[in-house]
């Protein structure tokens, strides 16, 4: 039950304007880090849809560094990240100036001021980070604050793990205008085609296209079992769980074992790219679509990687099974 007292102080703390598309608009980002050599790459990433496009890249001279630019929109989901990632955190992104100040090793207690969303958003992550119970916080403010953008982006970050009529009731109260944000868009795509599937369930059929742009429907795969792995390029734990993936698909493919790995993409170089590397020789699709992947929405994919075993009379028989897990299961249906 979501304390009453808690939910009520955080409406009160969070009275957030929405925000949607405008005219291009400038931007400039001064920052100052401490403990970085001269000369150091920083990138700023775009993430409007769940990955990580690189908009720019400078270099930091004397502890200080600047980005500056165009916005083609009010706001924009940013990153911004040292060359390997090491370092690296998010935030909002508006006309006019903001203020970057971190520490190498850092970056995740960087201090962001200028963004009103981003504002926001630090108010949120203060709340978080003295909450008991971090969901508990994060519901009450989407419930309380249905006109704000935060609230858009935080529901569609969770809305296929929390449950799925709790994320019907709390998209329903979102204004019109917060309605029109992409992340309310990929909630509404997430209600209209999640299944809600479990263990014991039949398959849902889809259709995406292969690496090389023939359409493949799940339905059209013939075999004993079926994996539907879910995965993408940019995932680590996905990439590090592949070469046990390609084992296991070696040893008890001539068995009726079959793979239909679906991906989380929006670059189709970085995703065949990946394919090749890892040399996963199964049958591969996206949509590129990157996080609005449909048969992710279908099958309520909520982090990466994840699967679905599926047997020879299309029943879903386990979920999420690697390794000696995913071994054991085929030496006993095969």
């Known amino acids: 039950m979501i304390n009453k007292i808690t939910c009520f102080f955080i409406s009160t703390l969070f009275l957030i304007s929405s925000y949607g598309q405008g005219k291009i608009a400038k931007f400039k980002i001064d920052g100052k880090i401490q403990g970085y050599n001269n000369g150091t790459l920083l990138y700023l990433h775009d993430l409007s849809d769940g990955s990580y496009k690189k908009i720019d890249s400078t270099v930091i001279a004397n502890d200080i560094f600047t980005f500056s630019g165009q916005l083609k929109t009010k706001y924009l989901k940013t990153a911004i990240s040292t060359n390997d990632f090491a370092d690296r955190t998010t935030f909002w992104l508006e006309k006019g100036l903001t203020l970057f100040t971190a520490e190498k090793d850092r970056f995740n207690k ?8 981003q504002e926001d958003q630090n108010s949120l992550n203060k709340l978080i980070e003295n909450s008991e119970n971090i969901k508990e916080a994060e519901y009450c403010f989407v419930k309380h604050n249905p006109n704000s953008i935060i609230s858009a982006y935080v529901l569609s970050v969770y809305c296929s793990s929390w449950n799925k009529e709790t994320v019907s009731v709390l998209y329903k109260s979102f204004s019109k205008e917060v309605k029109q944000t992409v992340f309310a868009k990929k909630i509404f795509a997430f209600l209209s085609l999640n299944r809600n599937l479990k263990i014991g369930d039949k398959f849902v059929d889809f259709s995406q296209k292969d690496t090389a742009g023939k359409v493949v429907k799940l339905s059209d795969i013939k075999s004993d079992c079926i994996l539907l792995e879910f ?104």
């Not at 960087?110 to 969303?117: H, L, M, N």
């Not at 599926?310 to 390794?323: L, N, P, Q, S």
Request: charged share 25%; hydrophobic share 40%.
């Open 110 to 117: 960087a201090v962001i001021k200028g963004s009103k969303i």
């Open 231 to 334: 995965w993408g390029s940019w995932c680590g734990p996905c990439r590090e769980e592949n070469p046990s993936l390609v084992k296991i698909y070696s040893e008890f493919k001539q068995k009726g074992f079959e793979i239909l790995g679906v991906a989380s993409e929006t670059n189709k170089h970085q995703w065949t790219k990946a394919i090749r590397a890892d040399g996963l020789n199964w049958i591969n699709v996206s949509d590129l679509k990157g996080s609005g992947n449909k048969a992710a929405m279908i099958y309520g994919v909520s982090g990466y990687p994840s699967n679905f075993l599926i047997d020879k009379g299309g029943t879903i028989i386990a979920k999420d099974v690697y390794g000696d897990d995913l071994r054991n299961w085929l030496l006993k249906i095969l």
